[in-house]
């Protein structure tokens, strides 16, 4: 079992950047693919990357690639999210997710859930 608490978010300036972290409790920590989701307003929760076991495979939803850049440390059991030329699209609150099989971008394809944090992109 994995027990995960995100922080990180607040209020940053559209182009801004944010970098998310994800602590996780529990001596298995590295048997779980980890994932951030995002969920926004009246919209369905939105995948958006997934870490394999020792990060030697990372996949990015379409609309964060190449901005959004994430890592996880097995020793520390941490894992982050570095968010780089944030815009408003991107307010939503960041949940961390921890899971079995790597290559499902679906929500209930994660067994494990963090509380979520609020990220706010606004002038």
């Known amino acids: 079992q994995v027990q995960l608490v995100e922080s990180g978010g607040g209020l940053v300036q559209p182009g801004g950047s944010l970098t998310l972290s994800c602590a996780a409790s529990?001596?298995?920590?590295?048997?779980?693919?980890v994932a951030w989701f995002r969920q926004a307003p009246g919209k369905e929760r939105e995948f958006v990357v997934m870490i394999s076991r020792h990060a030697g495979d990372i996949e990015y939803g379409a609309s964060v690639k190449g901005r959004f850049t994430a890592s996880r440390d097995n020793d520390e059991n941490m894992v982050y999210l570095h968010m780089n030329s944030l815009n408003p699209d991107d307010t939503a609150i960041y949940y961390c997710?921890?899971?079995?099989?790597?290559?499902?971008?679906?929500?209930?394809?994660?067994?494990?859930w963090g509380q979520g944090t609020q990220v706010t992109v606004s002038s």
């Open positions: 997710a921890a899971g079995k099989y790597y290559g499902d971008t679906r929500p209930n394809a994660y067994d494990y």
């Open positions: 529990g001596r298995e920590f590295s048997t779980y693919i």
